[in-house]
């Protein structure tokens, strides 16, 4: 199961969509929870991630929309996990990466 889990993440070549499913693969997080990071809920030097921003999608009046909440589901949600080596570094190259080519902010989305 490993393999094919590192396999597919080698064949992505979008980054974006690569980082987004080693977050998955490697953090055991929710799709909505992957998607709604922000750079402010990783502590780099404490190797933490705190999970506190959702992403989802919804119909609203015949149309899908993203629903971007500053919480998570329920209270129990809420929580924080060790930042393991490899995700580290993706997140380090990823924030690098992101500080060339625009503003960066510790609210901004991952």
């Given at each position: 199961?490993?393999?094919?889990?590192?396999?597919?993440?080698?064949?992505?070549?979008?980054?974006?969509?690569?980082?987004?499913?080693?977050?998955?693969?490697?953090?055991?997080?929710?799709?909505?929870?992957?998607?709604?990071?922000?750079?402010?809920?990783?502590?780099?030097?404490?190797?933490?991630?705190?999970?506190?921003?959702?992403?989802?999608?919804?119909?609203?009046?015949?149309?899908?929309?993203?629903?971007l909440?500053?919480?998570?589901?329920?209270?129990?949600?809420?929580?924080?996990?060790?930042?393991?080596?490899?995700?580290?570094?993706?997140?380090?190259?990823?924030?690098?990466?992101?500080?060339?080519?625009?503003?960066?902010?510790p609210?901004?989305?991952?």
């Open positions: 199961m490993e393999d094919n889990r590192n396999i597919l993440a080698e064949e992505i070549e979008d980054e974006r969509l690569h980082n987004q499913f080693t977050a998955y693969f490697l953090t055991a997080l929710r799709c909505s929870e992957v998607l709604g990071l922000r750079w402010s809920a990783i502590d780099f030097k404490n190797n933490t991630l705190a999970v506190s921003h959702t992403v989802s999608r919804a119909k609203i009046d015949g149309k899908t929309q993203l629903i909440k500053n919480r998570t589901k329920n209270k129990s949600s809420f929580w924080s996990l060790p930042l393991i080596p490899q995700v580290k570094q993706m997140l380090l190259q990823a924030r690098e990466k992101q500080k060339r080519s625009l503003k960066s902010s609210n901004r989305w991952i």
